[in-house]
């Protein structure tokens, strides 16, 4: 489950300079490195980039919509090979943060201004200026909306919902965990309640499961295999890097690289990888990973592939962490889940009777529960749970798509949150394909390790052979309301069909017939073009309100800028889209 990032109000202001795309040799066509060195991409450079950026905005303001009272602050500055520059910014409106107010201005080489793609498109400033409510009532009414313990109330400017209210942001800590609460400052109506967490089993689905008498009981490894720490430094200075190994819950052995901090003496943190670390909750619930315990080891060997060890969890968290990183490091040049070469963390064990996985943003870590015992019966530390929702957290560091609306039990709803959702799936299953761990058979299915009666939670091929969430094949105005993990099969689908083609087809050991809206025949242009084309859109032409047809012009953009307008490339990201019915000729009136 997605939480609307509606929170974020703070953000670090980026002079690096970024370009995301492609790097390596695992895509065919134009290399994108991301973050440039300090000797390629000077933090004046980067400087001079915001600065023509910010300009251009405010000189284009019929396009942009930034205007008097506006401020400009940037999140992101990436730098494409080709020469193109954007610029992500958030915006604050008479020094209150807007909600709903992002957006990236592209510029080309020279810094002349190219084009905008933002979240609002109407004006941000609110019709009334005066809070009727003061900040006390305020905390009062969210306190109340999401039973918990309200902090300090903030105006904001809330811009998300076709037209700009003042309001009050505040977030609470509840005893399901911390929420944000928006509250309107003129008529003490609650505009939106989002928990901070993001949830991978919805409160839809846990409810459907136990309605029908299901659980969750993913097959794992058995026996205990004793096993002798690999590759252990003789450094004599510590820490040093060590390399040992995991016996885990889902993939049997596997490697994992920790620090040594004395002769017989290891913690699980890799310190190749940005000092990335998991850590034992010991049933807390606890959103500061400070207070996880550190996993430590006289021999470097983690786990004994069964529940029985509380290293085993780790092993397989870890693993899948680093198998992320390393996805998206490797594949994009990313550094890390915000690209700021910082750890991506975890805590195992967390809270009590938890059947769940989360992406914690106020941890910045992934949590995962031991399982209820009941519906779920194991930790859920399966490598796309791990890939997708990592993958929330580059949402989050980039577009921030947020669902339109949460309602009183959890569940999310919309278009952008759904296509948020989407892409924790498909860089989910992208992580399952770069790991290419024959215990872990890549594919384009979610969940296949969870133990459904129908073998899987979600898949790309075919998403309404999902009928636990009731995933749609194809957009139609309905969608609009639909549940977000419901609503994620049309731009999956697409992806699909972009990557591997319509009709029937065995990839590996996994067989899939992919149908098209309107009976077309779509030829493929392969996983890693596909995969290459979406990351780019997300990462410049997504932003926080992005819905199905604007996903369908960033993937265009993206592909043109990749490999030209008349590339069969773009052609093909029109067919895919065409083939889950979404086109130009029917995009909602409202939008035209």
Known sequence: MRSAHIRSVAVAV???????????????????????????????????????????????AAATGVGAGDELQPQDVMIDPEGARHVRFVRTHRGMP??????????????????????????????ATEAKLTARQAEEKAAAAADGDAGTAHLVVDARDGAAALAYQVSVDGTSGS??????ARTGRVRSNTPDSDEFLSPKLLKTLRSRGETLDPATGTGVESLIGASVSA??????????????????????TTTQTARKSFLLKDPTRYGTETRDAKGKETESFGQGTKFTSTTDSWGNGTTSSRGSAAADAQYGITETLDFYRKTFGRKGIANN??????????????????????????????????????????????????????VDATAKLEPTYVDNHGNQFGEPGALNESLADIFGSGVEFFADNPKNPPNYLLGEKLGLRQKFLRRLDHPSLDR?????????????NAEVHAGSGVSSHAFYLLAEGSGRKTIGATTYDSPTYD??????????KATAIFYRALTRYMVSSTDFHDARIATLKAAGDLYGASSVEYRTVDQAWAAVDVTEADTPGARH
């Open 179 to 184: 929420s944000t609460v928006v509250v309107d």
């Open 519 to 528: 009976g077309s025949t779509v030829t493929g242009i392969g996983r890693a």
């Open 235 to 256: 450094a004599a200075r510590y820490p040093a890097t060590a390399h040992g190994s995991g016996r885990s819950l889902f993939v049997g052995k596997v490697p994992l």
């Open 98 to 127: 807007v909600l709903g107010g992002d957006l990236v201005v592209h510029l080309s080489r020279r810094l002349a201004y190219t084009g905008v793609t933002r979240a609002a498109d109407h004006s941000v400033r609110p019709a």
């Open 341 to 394: 070469s910082k750890p991506a963390r975890a805590m195992v064990h967390w809270g009590k009777k938890v059947g769940n996985a989360f992406w914690d943003s106020t941890c910045g870590c992934m949590l995962y529960g031991d399982g209820d015992g009941d519906e779920i019966k194991k930790p859920l530390v399966v490598l796309d749970v791990t890939g997708h929702e990592l993958t929330h957290g580059v």
């Open 468 to 480: 636990l969430e009731g995933t749609v094949d194809y957009w139609s105005p309905e969608v609009a």
């Open 14 to 60: 980026a002079v690096t300079t970024a370009a995301t795309g492609l790097a390596g040799t695992a895509f065919a066509g134009p290399a994108t490195g991301e973050r440039q060195p300090a000797a390629a991409a000077s933090a004046t450079t980067a400087a001079q980039v915001v600065a023509a950026a910010r300009t251009a905005a405010f000189a284009h």
